[in-house]
């Protein structure tokens, strides 16, 4: 879905950094989804997205609101299968096949992380890949990797997003990823590497990694260790996308590269929070959109 998500959305820092506004893209983004959704024929089915959540962690708590929260205010049809921490394996597999099955919902996704107990690698294998809104299943990695049309990670689909609106040329780039995870850090150099940039990622064991990361064209710090990227490790001018979110002691959420220090250095920064976390679920929503086009072409 294109839109007219530019650089006018996002601010000059007093430092010259453009910050890249994710909170601006990711509603014009949900905002277009909504009228996609009002256009759609009366009587028509809503599509629909479903989340289990299986036991009683905070966070978790909370991302599902706001998944339940934004897919409501764009018309969709939300279902919350809650699952206490007692819940079996057998049990949580069953609830998947229900939802693959379930001609209502058009993707679904397991919130991570489960309880102790749980085998998470056997429920993301299980998910029907077409209703697979995370992208984790491994016939949507392989795709990914491929360059077959497939389910793509919401979290690396957003960074690509706000990349797009800075009409900023990857070929030939030299782009460093900070974090080697199959959430973020795999799949968004797959991203990257299909726009012909030149990928590195590096991880705990990279040797000189402030070094690696001051020749990145575009440096992607997703490693989850608060203000690891110092901001003299930011090459002048590149274009800074920090997934990072980490609470600090005084409860405030800083991101992995240390903000104040590398926005004097950089050309283009997003900011934590209000940069790449509201982009994930805009993508959530879009993924979703996606297989209900994909579902009713179908029939």
């Not at 929260?69 to 939300?78: K, M, N, P, S, V």
């Not at 900023?168 to 590497?193: E, W």
């Not at 004097?264 to 979703?288: C, F, H, K, Q, S």
Request: negative net charge; hydrophobic residues 40%; glycine residues 10%.
């Amino acid at each position: 879905m294109k839109g007219n998500w530019g650089k006018e959305h996002h601010a000059m820092s007093e430092q010259g950094a453009v910050i890249i506004d994710g909170r601006a893209v990711s509603r014009r983004m949900r905002d277009a989804l909504t009228e996609q959704v009002k256009a759609l024929p009366e009587g028509a089915r809503r599509p629909g997205l479903a989340v289990i959540r299986v036991g009683d962690d905070p966070a978790s708590e909370v991302y599902v609101r706001q998944k339940k929260r934004a897919a409501i205010d764009a018309g969709f049809h939300f279902e919350e299968h809650y699952m206490p921490a007692s819940t079996t394996q057998a049990e949580l597999l069953d609830r998947v096949n229900q939802l693959n099955r379930d001609d209502a919902i058009d993707g679904f996704l397991v919130q991570l992380p489960l309880p102790d107990g749980l085998d998470e690698t056997e429920v993301i294998r299980t998910i029907d890949p077409a209703k697979d809104v995370d992208g984790f299943h491994p016939e949507n990695v392989g795709a990914l990797w491929s360059g077959l049309p497939g389910m793509v990670p919401c979290t690396p689909a957003g960074v690509m997003k706000l990349i797009e609106t800075l009409d900023y040329d990857l070929t030939g780039k030299h782009a460093v990823v900070v974090g080697r995870s199959n959430i973020v850090g795999k799949p968004v150099a797959a991203l990257l590497l299909a726009r012909h940039a030149t990928v590195t990622i590096c991880h705990s064991r990279t040797q000189n990694l402030a070094d690696v990361c001051r020749s990145a064209d575009v440096l992607v710090a997703a490693v989850g260790r608060p203000r690891l990227i110092q901001g003299d490790w930011v090459k002048p001018g590149a274009v800074v996308i920090d997934v990072g979110i980490n609470r600090e002691p005084d409860g405030s959420l800083v991101g992995d590269v240390d903000f104040e220090a590398a926005k004097e250095r950089a050309g283009y920064i997003t900011p934590v929070p209000g940069g790449v976390g509201p982009m994930t679920i805009a993508m959530l929503l879009e993924n979703t959109f996606h297989a209900y086009q994909r579902r009713e072409g179908s029939r």
